[in-house]
Every structure is written in structure tokens, then in C-alpha cells.
């Protein structure tokens, strides 16, 4: 069956997420405006810098500090290469981080869809009712392909195939 976009923007996230170098968090960020992706980000380090799943976590105050996270890491790259995210839909497979928030508000996003209320912030969700930001969740399922789509355990963004030689399905 054919996903409406939401579903296959944030599938696109999920696959997005694959790139992360930080393992306490896979997350994925597509920003898309009339039905185009504009740009995307993952958790990561800044470029030329070595990653969490080289060297470790730079821990403070119980979170890694090395990486930039998937939203800011989108909206840097919109910026990089001249593209405006005015108008956009941001699509991203963790509830943002009041600091991601407060970015996309700033980015011009009108429309926000996350599938992992992963450490939920009620400040965040505040600023983005203020800023009269749409945003919603969107847990995905089983599609016929068969791969398992989130929410996953404890916010992992792994995405799990079934192992059809082995008699999974």
C-alpha cells in the first residue's frame, strides 16, 4: 500500500538516522517544503571531528556534548548551501530538544512531525504552541515490505528486519 507523505517523509528520517555516529540517540531530520526535501541531518559531530563511535561520548551533565543534533545538523546544511526552510515541515524521528526547538522555530517551520516522544520537554512544547507551530506525533508500523518501523524501545531509531532465512517474518 502506497504511505501518505507523512509516513514517507519520516520513513526517510528513519533511514536518515542510519548515519549517526552517536549511539546513545540514532536520530534522522528531513526538513521538506511542498512535498521536496530540502535538506536532511543526523546526529553527528562537527565536520573534521572525531565521532562518538570513534573515540567515545564527551559527557556533561549526562549528555554528550561531542555531537550536533539531526535538526540543527539540517537547518546547518540548508544554510551551507543557500536553501531557505521558511514555510518547511520538519520531519524527525525524536520529539526535538528545546535548544533543536527553539532552532526550527527560528528556521521557519510551520510544521513539525516526530515519531518518538523521546524525552519529551514541556518548554519545547510550550515555545512551539507559542510560535503556533503545528506539530504531532506519527507512530509508524509494519509496512508490507515487512521492516518494523517505531517507536522502538527506549528511543534506539534502530530499524529491525525481519530475518526471512531464518524463518522471521
Not at 546526529?43 to 549526562?62: K, R
Not at 555531537?67 to 531557505?84: D, F, K, M, R, Y
Not at 507551530?133 to 509496512?143: A, G, P, R, V
Request: net charge negative.
Amino acid at each position: 500500500m502506497r504511505p501518505d507523505w507523512d509516513s514517507y517523509f519520516l520513513k526517510i528520517a528513519y533511514a536518515v538516522s542510519e548515519r549517526s555516529t552517536c549511539d546513545r540517540a540514532f536520530v534522522g531530520c528531513v526538513m521538506v517544503l511542498e512535498k521536496r526535501i530540502l535538506t536532511t541531518g543526523f546526529n553527528g559531530s562537527p565536520a573534521g571531528q572525531p565521532h562518538c563511535d570513534e573515540i567515545g561520548h564527551l559527557m556533561v551533565d549526562g549528555h554528550c556534548v561531542r555531537t550536533i543534533h539531526a535538526e540543527t545538523n539540517a537547518i546547518i546544511q540548508a544554510a551551507l548551501h543557500g536553501v531557505s526552510t521558511k514555510g518547511s515541515t520538519c520531519y524527525v524521528t525524536h520529539f526535538p530538544c528545546i535548544n533543536c526547538t527553539k532552532v526550527l522555530i527560528n528556521a521557519g517551520i510551520v510544521r513539525l512531525v516526530y515519531s518518538t516522544a523521546y524525552r519529551k520537554d514541556e518548554n519545547a512544547v510550550n515555545f512551539l504552541k507559542v510560535a503556533n507551530i503545528e506539530f504531532y506525533q506519527k507512530e509508524l508500523t509494519t509496512d508490507d515490505a515487512g521492516a518494523v518501523h517505531p517507536p522502538y524501545p527506549h528511543g534506539t531509531g534502530l530499524v529491525v528486519m525481519p530475518n526471512i532465512e531464518n524463518g522471521e517474518e
